[in-house]
C-alpha cells in the first residue's frame, strides 16, 4: 500500500462518505483493514458500489460500521468497472443502519427535520410517513420512541443529521414595570405564539437573564402590543432585583 492513506480513528466515517457524496465527486473510496479491503465507488455523488469482503450493498457499509476502523484513500476520478445502479446516499445509509444495535437518543423534546428537500427525494413507507409528519407538528420524540418502529427510525434520521433538537428562541427584551397583572411577567403574544409552536405546549414559566447573570424563573402569559418589552409587576422587581430599563435575556422554562 504506497498511497497515502489517513487513520478512521479521527473520523466519522458515515459522514465523510456524506462529505464526498454532498461534494458530487466520483472515485473509489478505499479503507484498508487486517480483515479486508472496503470499497465506496462513487459517480457524481452517487454509490454505485460497495464491498467489504463477502459482503456486498448496505451490508458491507453495515459491517465497517461496527468497526470503523482502518486507514483510508480517496481515489479521485476513478470509475468502477462494471457499475450497480446509483443509490441515493440518504436511502443507502438508512438501510445500513437499520442492522446497527439500537441507542437512545440524545434528546427527548420535538425535533425539527433539517432538509425538507433530502426527506422529499426518498421513498417512505406509510407508516414512516406518519412518524415524519408527526415530527412536523413537534410531537415529543420521546413519546414517538415508545413505539419501537419509531424510536430506531427516529434514531437513523438523526444519524444522518435528517433531524434535530427544535430550540427555543431566546428573546432580548427591556424590562418595564407593569401594575396591570401580579405574580406574573408578560410577554408579546408573538413571542409566546413562537415558543408556543416551538415546544408544542404552552409556556408555564420563562428563565429571564440579567446583565449579572443570574437567571429567574418566572410565571408568564401573553398580552398583545407588548411587542419588545417584558412586563413586570412592582412585587417580582422586588423579590427578584430586576429593574426598570434593564436588557434581558428571555425564553421559556
Known amino acids: 500500500m504506497t498511497k497515502s492513506t489517513a487513520s478512521l480513528e479521527h473520523f466519522d466515517f458515515l459522514e465523510l462518505l456524506y462529505l464526498l457524496s454532498g461534494q458530487g465527486r466520483s472515485g473509489a473510496l478505499w479503507v484498508y483493514r487486517p480483515d479486508g479491503r472496503f470499497q ?3 459517480e457524481a455523488g452517487d454509490v454505485v458500489h460497495l464491498q467489504f469482503g463477502e459482503d456486498g450493498g448496505a451490508a458491507a457499509l453495515t ?3 461496527l468497526d470503523p476502523c482502518g486507514r483510508f484513500h480517496f481515489d479521485e476520478g476513478l470509475t468502477h468497472p462494471t457499475p450497480g445502479p446509483r443509490r441515493n446516499i440518504d436511502e443507502l445509509a438508512l438501510e445500513a443502519l ?5 441507542q437512545i437518543l440524545p434528546f427527548n423534546g420535538p425535533a425539527r427535520i433539517t ?3 433530502r426527506v422529499a427525494a426518498m421513498r ?3 407508516k414512516e410517513q406518519d412518524i415524519l409528519r408527526q ?12 413505539d419501537p418502529d419509531a424510536s430506531r427510525l427516529l434514531l437513523k434520521l438523526h444519524r444522518i443529521n435528517l433531524i434535530a433538537p427544535r430550540r427555543s428562541r431566546v428573546a432580548r427584551l427591556t424590562v418595564t414595570v407593569t401594575r396591570e397583572v401580579r405574580g406574573v411577567v408578560v410577554v408579546d403574544e408573538v413571542i409566546f405564539r413562537r415558543w408556543q409552536e416551538d415546544l408544542a405546549r404552552q409556556p408555564q414559566h420563562v428563565a429571564v437573564k440579567a446583565a449579572t447573570e443570574q437567571v429567574y424563573t418566572l410565571p408568564v402569559k401573553p398580552a398583545s402590543s407588548v411587542v419588545h418589552a417584558l412586563l413586570v409587576p412592582t412585587e417580582v422587581m422586588m423579590r427578584t432585583g430586576l429593574r426598570a430599563g434593564d436588557s434581558v435575556l428571555v425564553r421559556p422554562a
Open 115 to 117: 432538509s425538507p428537500e
Open 40 to 42: 465506496a465507488w462513487l
Open 124 to 126: 417512505w413507507s406509510l
Open 98 to 102: 437499520d442492522a446497527m444495535p439500537v
Open 135 to 146: 415530527i412536523e407538528a413537534h410531537r415529543p420524540v420521546e413519546e414517538l420512541a415508545q
Open 63 to 65: 459491517r465497517l460500521l
